[in-house]
């Protein structure tokens, strides 16, 4: 495994972000002891951010690349690296987090959930969405789902004061669910859009191999979170979302999914979908009465943290493959469940498809491990961001603990490996 000087600044870099990722809270809590809106707490607050880390941590490595050689070097460097995702999940976040969209999403799942006897509706309307919402990330992506299913959460769990045992579980339930809550088709999770045109999977090999499971495993996770908090759920009502306070035109609705269905048909184009957001954009200036104002912050922060990401993640083959290579298919499936936690599970899988002579079962496990550990962090799945950036103001100043997180995410990422390995 000889690695070029590049190659090892990358890799220091990338496990000091991933160190940092880790480190947030403290920053957060550090801030708090200067004075308020001075440069000191600001610049500390700034670092607390999650959604940063990874592009600031790029920053110091194009700094090297920079000194190193010099900066047009080190634009090349940039100009080689594919920013589709980042982009992607960006358009897709903002387009799905519109006042038409999340106020048909409420009024389907409390259409749904009212067929349940009065005192179930909150509790069925809490299952429905950690169900139903990850699955639908199948077909309308993984980053749309996860968009839909937080800003539903949100005023359910995240702005009530429930506990933080609630408030994480849901969160790490999310997460793993919506990671493997994908798998039911070829086209919409990362990890395995990477592999399915090049190892020839196909929708009946996604159903039959990943899916059925992946529906096994959402369920009992969904199931066992809420029999575990069933006292605290049971005393919650079902909230007064912003979203069903007015009625929105059906044609606004159409569309919206229209721009948003082009996206994901195209999400492999920026030089078509990009053109098409500023377009959508004029179209929610034109019918701004019927809208709220855009997240664009919030997209833009997780873009930005995507596109560190893939920045120094592209560098990482060097250790990563020869390690993928190497293994048995248990160790191999145990190795890229932990390996996920650390780095993007679509780059994980990205790289064993550069593996020469890789058998079927091994095929298999290094995405069934892929999208099993896709929950564990933050970084382990590109939608997970948006997540977190929708989210955090529900945990406090302190915003997510990275290792609360990953402690209540281990639970359903433990059933969702036993799905897959022994079914």
Request: proline share 5%; glycine share 8%; with cysteine.
């Amino acid at each position: 495994m000889n690695a070029s000087p590049e190659e090892l600044v990358a890799t220091i870099c990338f496990g000091a972000a991933v160190f940092h990722t880790f480190c947030t809270k403290f920053f957060a809590i550090w801030a708090g002891k200067f004075r308020q809106g001075s440069l000191a707490e600001n610049f500390l607050h700034y670092m607390a951010e999650v959604e940063v880390v990874f592009g600031l941590w790029a920053g110091v490595f194009f700094a090297y690349l920079s000194l190193s050689h010099n900066v047009d070097y080190a634009v090349k460097y940039i100009e080689s690296v594919n920013f589709t995702e980042a982009a992607f999940v960006f358009v897709i976040m903002t387009m799905a987090a519109t006042k038409p969209i999340m106020s048909a999403c409420t009024r389907l799942f409390f259409g749904l959930s009212s067929f349940a006897p009065q005192k179930m509706q909150t509790s069925a309307y809490f299952l429905l969405i950690l169900i139903l919402a990850p699955i639908l990330g199948s077909f309308i992506t993984e980053p749309a789902a996860m968009v839909v299913a937080a800003l539903l959460l949100r005023p359910l769990i995240f702005v009530r004061g429930c506990s933080s045992a609630l408030r994480y579980g849901t969160l790490a339930i999310l997460l793993v669910n919506v990671s493997i809550g994908g798998t039911f088709t070829h086209f919409a999770a990362p990890p395995v859009i990477m592999v399915a045109s090049k190892w020839n999977w196909d929708l009946m090999f996604m159903l039959k191999n990943f899916g059925w499971k992946s529906a096994l495993a959402v369920g009992v996770n969904s199931l066992a979170l809420y029999l575990l908090n069933f006292k605290e759920l049971s005393r919650l009502t079902l909230p007064r979302s912003n979203y069903s306070s007015e009625r929105i035109p059906f044609w606004m609705f159409l569309s919206h999914v229209f721009f948003i269905a082009l996206v994901v048909k195209y999400h492999t184009s920026v030089a078509f979908f990009l053109p098409l957001f500023l377009l959508f954009l004029g179209w929610s200036d034109v019918t701004k009465e019927y809208q709220d104002p855009l997240k664009l912050r919030e997209a833009l922060l997780v873009g930005f943290f995507l596109g560190g990401l893939v920045t120094l993640g592209q560098l990482q083959q060097w250790w990563i493959g020869p390690l993928v290579g190497s293994l048995e298919p248990f160790s191999l499936f145990l190795g890229a469940t932990l390996l996920t936690a650390i780095t993007d599970n679509a780059a994980l899988t990205y790289l064993g498809t550069l593996v020469p002579g890789l058998s079927d079962v091994s095929k298999y496990v290094l995405v069934a491990g892929a999208v099993a550990g896709g929950g564990l962090t933050v970084i382990a799945n590109a939608p997970n961001p948006i997540a977190v950036g929708l989210l955090k103001d529900g945990f406090g100043e302190s915003s997510i603990n990275p290792l609360k997180l990953l402690i209540a995410a281990i639970p359903p990422t433990i059933l969702a490996c036993l799905c897959y390995w022994f079914l």
